[in-house]
């Protein structure tokens, strides 16, 4: 496992550096986080530019599989993962910064639950069957970001503004990616895993960069 999480860091990085380069050189897409305080309007704090937010997300992903598995767990998934979210959350409309944060929070918990499940397959012996019950209340808790998700996105068609076709099939695909690796996670096929993973990442990266 350790050559092929080498392997596919090594592609990230030389990845991330093209991706940076056309984010930089093409459109910026930026999106606004809002407070809304006492029933008045919607005040701006600030603006994520989505598309850079991407590149930081694949760069993180190259160091965490540079890195060797403990220090590297500590970047990915624990910080892409929620990244992502966050970044598809902004895409489907969600402004409000205490919405993204709990979302943020959500997806950082999930993540959590499945380390937990990470370690445990580590320990466990090879012929084992062990638990998956961490992997499973990961599940359950990573999920509800994608609903909140998905509320918008359908809120958003039925006021009238659907939301432009990328931002669907960018959403799909995010979601599509997840699906993929946790079922390969959960059948212990650690390098499908982190090949979907590398994928999926990869595909919503220049979605978000060259489509918005």
Do not use: C, K
């Not at 409000?96 to 959500?106: E, F």
């Not at 999920?143 to 068609?157: D, E, K, Y």
């Not at 212990?188 to 990869?202: E, I, K, N, T, Y």
């Amino acid at each position: 496992m350790g050559n092929w999480r080498r392997t596919l860091g090594l592609l990230m990085a030389a990845q991330t550096v093209t991706l940076a380069a056309v984010a930089l050189i093409g459109t910026r897409a930026t999106r606004a986080v809002t407070v809304t305080l006492d029933g008045r309007d919607p005040v701006t704090l600030s603006h994520v530019d989505v598309g850079l937010a991407m590149v930081v997300v694949i760069a993180l992903l190259a160091v965490g599989w540079v890195l060797p598995p403990r220090p590297g767990g500590a970047v990915d998934p624990l910080l892409t993962t929620p990244v992502t979210v966050f970044v598809i959350a902004q895409l489907n409309g969600v402004r409000d910064v205490g919405a993204l944060v709990g979302i943020y929070a959500l997806a950082s918990a999930g993540v959590l639950f499945a380390v937990v499940q990470h370690r445990d397959d580590r320990l466990r012996p090879p012929d084992g069957e062990g638990s998956r019950v961490p992997l499973g209340l990961g599940s359950a808790v990573g999920i509800v970001p994608w609903g909140i998700i998905a509320f918008h996105q359908v809120g958003a068609g039925v006021v009238g503004h659907p939301l432009p076709g990328i931002v669907v099939v960018t959403t799909l695909v995010a979601l599509a990616g997840a699906i993929a690796e946790f079922v390969a996670t959960w059948r212990h096929r650690p390098v499908a895993a982190a090949v979907l993973r590398a994928v999926g990442m990869s595909v919503v990266a220049w979605l978000v960069v060259v489509g918005l």
